[in-house]
């Protein structure tokens, strides 16, 4: 098990966008075997490169009966249907607010060796794909908070134990919540 330690927020990190993979070699393959052991060890449903302070566009995911990882991903949305429901992050641990996501997504991408994937998702694996693709981004699921609930959320978590006082300025997603978002 390679197990490595996820980033916290704060950590600068988290607010850069990543780069697209060009090599699909060993290094890579490394690269999302450290993701899937670090999310199975943390009980996550999704971990992306940046949370282990890589910045490259790789994601790991393992919730509702799927699992995998995604290369390069970009996703569409597959109708107009909302979610408004708990959402976590395993940079903000122990913590959880409503976010509103697309209903059903689909993404591309690639694996590892460089073969192409599509994954569908409604629900919880439509959070997730969509929420890791932020990481990617430089996004956090704080970002997509309404004013109110952020408030909330920033007061939790600088009373969170873990928390180092670094506060970083939220950004806005370039996923827009409604229409296409590649």
């Known amino acids: ?24 070699d060993k290094e890579l393959r490394t690269l999302v075997k ?8 943390a009980g996550g449903a999704g971990l992306a490169a940046p949370q282990l302070g890589v910045g490259l566009r790789v994601f790991t995911y393992h919730c509702d009966g799927f699992a995998g990882h995604l290369v ?11 979610q408004d429901g708990p959402e976590g992050c395993l940079s903000i641990p122990g913590m959880s607010w409503d976010c509103k996501r697309h209903l059903h997504v689909v993404a591309k991408g690639w ?16 959070r997730c794909i969509q ?10 699921f704080l970002d997509r908070l309404d004013a109110e609930t952020r408030k909330q959320a920033m007061r939790e978590i600088r009373q ?23």
């Open 131 to 140: 929420h890791e693709t932020d990481h990617l981004d430089g996004v956090l």
């Open 160 to 182: 969170a134990e873990w928390f180092d006082g670094t506060v970083p300025t939220l950004k806005q997603s370039p996923h827009p919540l409604f229409g296409r978002s590649s």
């Open 111 to 126: 694996n590892m060796h460089g073969e192409p994937v599509e994954v569908e998702g409604t629900e919880t694996l439509a």
């Open 72 to 82: 390069n991903p970009t996703w569409d949305v597959v109708g107009e249907e909302m």
């Open 34 to 41: 450290d993701l899937w052991d670090s999310m199975q060890n």
């Open 1 to 24: 098990m390679t197990v490595q330690p996820i980033r916290l927020f704060g950590d600068p990190v988290l607010r850069t966008a990543a780069v697209e993979v060009t090599d699909f």
